[in-house]
């Protein structure tokens, strides 16, 4: 079966514009989760999702971004007036349920880069 | 605050040489512990967990609870071994992952 899935591979846009990330989770996965990697550095959470809820947002690093998933499945996280430290490797996860007994499936990744 | 450290960028060795790759981590709980690898134009995927005590593709990880460790061991290197490795702590009963910056792994012939 497919895995995770994200669109685009890639993404290059001006500072102050708003862009939309998306998720396609692994079919039946309940839980769905977005990191960031910034270059040379480690993956940094911003969010979980157990179905369509996201019982913690507090790792979203501002309130210009945000993240919502719709039917249990496709997630989009949307960072709005990007600025140049938002430029990272948006990685998507996702996993049959959420804890950790159960092993996060990741996408490809999207590049973002902010000029 | 939760931390996990991986305090080698990059480690090179010989390929039939032991390899360690360090992790320390900083938790008030019991964590749950992994290791995640990414090989080369591969996606990030899971190598072993601690809840799983397994041994995968040769390496094993110890949990230290003493010196807050989970370094991940393989005795005996190969050159497919070359990868990025990432540790990460799991909160027990939250489900936010942890991540360190990464180790490179470069298996020599």
């Known amino acids: 079966g497919a895995g995770v899935s994200q669109s685009p591979s890639n993404k290059v846009t001006e500072k102050g514009k708003d862009v939309e990330l998306r998720c396609d989770p692994i079919s039946g996965h309940t839980a769905l989760y977005w990191y960031r990697q910034r270059l040379g550095q480690g993956l940094e959470f911003l969010i979980y999702f157990q179905g369509n809820s996201a019982p913690d947002k507090s790792g979203l690093p501002s309130d210009r971004f945000s993240a919502e998933r719709t039917g249990e499945s496709v997630s989009t996280l949307t960072i709005q007036r990007t600025q140049q430290e938002d430029s990272a490797v948006y990685l998507c996860a996702s996993s049959f349920s959420p804890g950790a007994t159960s092993e996060q499936f990741f996408g490809p990744g999207t590049r973002l880069t902010v000029l | 605050a939760q931390r996990v450290t991986q305090p080698e960028k990059l480690l090179s060795v010989f390929k039939g040489a032991p390899v360690e790759l360090k992790c320390n981590y900083s938790?008030?709980?019991?964590?749950?512990l992994f290791w995640y690898v990414q090989y080369s134009r591969q996606r990030l995927q899971l190598l072993l967990r601690h809840i799983s005590r397994e041994s995968i593709k040769g390496f094993t990880a110890d949990l230290n609870k003493g010196e807050t460790s989970f370094h991940l061991k393989k005795p005996f290197a190969q050159e497919e071994d070359s990868a990025m490795y990432y540790c990460a702590l799991e909160n027990t009963g939250g489900f936010k992952t942890i991540f360190g910056a990464g180790t490179r792994l470069f298996v020599k012939a």
């Open positions: 938790y008030s709980g019991s964590p749950e």
